[in-house]
């Protein structure tokens, strides 16, 4: 990779902004000068230097992102905020992306990253990768309705949802409840409650396959992935 290319890559400036960096003699690759911006490196073996501090590269990011309500999972909108407006713009520099999409009014777990083979893996509908929800629901969640989500209910579309497992963690007027589901169509949550005549009024995902939401993290807060969540997202078999 051509040096110039890498630190414009990684937010170190414009094209032209690096090059001035290189006439300037701010750049060292293995401990000797370059003003060559067409000075080629290998990002895995060569270390660059800037001023003397030493550049971290890498190709690929993975944030852990805690969404808050009233923004979009998108990374760019002409009216609403997204989450990716959220990023430092030292992490928007590698152009990540959501991974999937939670509706603009659900908080939660928001993968982002630039890896496309892994979120084409989680995403893919023949892995059926599960992803759980903690929603407050207005009515009095049953048995009944563990037994119609457990066998699939019928959209206002007609679809027939796969299974779902439902968990009542409080039933009454106003019930909490988790739910797994391992599809994602628009709105699935609210509209599977919506065939057994309830209403979900607070929604948030809390895993995404071997995922789980880390919740010291406020909402609108990210943080990268550690090396073991990492590690068993891209190792996961549903």
Do not use: C, W
């Not at 290189?22 to 660059?48: M, Q």
């Not at 948030?204 to 880390?214: Q, V």
């Amino acid at each position: 990779m051509r040096i110039d290319k890498m630190l414009a890559n990684l937010g170190y400036g414009s094209r032209k902004e690096v090059k001035g960096l290189l006439k300037k003699g701010a750049v060292k690759i293995n401990g000797k000068l370059v003003k060559d911006a067409k000075e080629h490196i290998d990002p895995n073996e060569d270390v660059v230097t800037i001023n003397g501090q030493e550049v971290v590269y890498k190709e690929f990011i993975y944030l852990m992102m805690n969404k808050p309500g009233g923004v979009i999972s998108a990374t760019e909108d002409n009216r609403d905020e997204t989450v990716i407006d959220l990023l430092e713009m030292e992490d928007q520099v590698y152009e990540p992306f959501p991974v999937g999409r939670l509706d603009k009014d659900t908080e939660g777990l928001l993968l982002i990253t630039n890896d496309g083979q892994l979120s084409h893996r989680l995403l893919s509908p023949k892995k059926h990768v599960p992803k759980t929800y903690f929603a407050v629901i207005e009515g009095e969640v049953t048995e009944e309705d563990i037994h119609a989500f457990r066998k699939g209910v019928t959209l206002d579309d007609g679809y027939e949802t796969k299974p779902g497992e439902l968990v009542i963690l409080k039933s009454g007027i106003m019930s909490d409840i988790e739910l797994t589901i391992t599809e994602g169509k628009f709105h699935q949550v609210k509209r599977m409650f919506q065939a057994v005549g309830k209403r979900v009024v607070y929604l948030k995902r809390i895993s995404m396959g071997s995922l789980k939401l880390d919740e010291t993290l406020e909402l609108g807060e990210y943080r990268e992935l550690t090396v073991e969540e990492l590690e068993e997202l891209m190792n996961y078999q549903p």
